[in-house]
């Protein structure tokens, strides 16, 4: 499974923002997909996955406004990013998660700045 993350960039605290990543291969193995971040000095952190099923997991601080969508036809998974803070910056990458292992993508940076 290869994945293609798109969609960041610099935003001003308060804006949105919009991840995509593509998923080509064996596509149809995938089990989980979601959305980590890691920022300058920090461990990687979960911040949304969806299952096969729809289900929905979501870290505490971006609850109510971080929502992860997955688009079956196109392959894709979404975070659609409301309410940037500035703690939201980090590079976000993408992972899909199937029975023989894990995917990553490439990463992409995400800047809340006024």
């Known amino acids: 499974v290869q994945l293609q993350a798109s969609g960041g960039g610099l935003v001003q605290p308060g804006g949105s923002l919009r991840l995509s990543c593509a998923a080509s291969g064996s596509i149809f193995s995938i089990n989980v997909m979601g959305w980590y971040r890691q920022a300058p000095g920090k461990l990687r952190e979960l911040v949304a996955v969806?299952?096969?099923?729809?289900?929905?997991t979501y870290r505490d601080s971006v609850k109510g406004r971080f929502t992860i969508s997955r688009d079956f036809a196109k392959n894709t998974v979404y975070l659609q990013m409301n309410g940037l803070k500035s703690e939201d910056t980090a590079v976000y990458y993408c992972?899909?998660?199937?029975?023989?292992?894990?995917?990553w993508g490439q990463g992409t940076l995400v800047t809340v700045s006024s």
């Open positions: 992972k899909a998660t199937y029975p023989s292992g894990g995917s």
């Open positions: 969806i299952n096969s099923g729809g289900s929905t």
